[in-house]
């Protein structure tokens, strides 16, 4: 699945003591869905190689059991970054 990244929150405390931070996206069929991330798991720095600029549209993406939040384990890639104002206009 592919979805563009919408929103990402502050990092907050978890129930269990760990900091997360919350992903949003738009998805293709103009749904949306979330994702947690937390630095201490291992699939933290597959995320953080592709970034969190909001904007950046991933691939690779697979949904959770609940069929409705993004599987924090899934391969993610990112696919495009955001164009800046500066390149839309042909300046770079």
């Not at 997360?20 to 190689?49: M, P, S």
């Amino acid at each position: 699945m592919r979805a563009t990244l919408t929103g990402v929150d502050a990092w907050k405390m978890g129930r269990d003591g760990q900091y997360f931070k919350r992903l949003y996206f738009q998805i293709e069929n103009g749904g949306w869905t979330k994702t947690d991330l937390c630095k201490e798991h291992r699939n933290f720095a597959r995320w953080e190689r592709a970034g969190f600029e909001i904007g950046s549209l991933f691939g690779g993406l697979e949904f959770w059991k609940d069929g409705k939040t993004i599987d924090a384990d899934s391969k993610v890639y990112l696919l495009a970054r955001p164009r800046r104002p500066d390149e839309q206009l042909g300046l770079l």
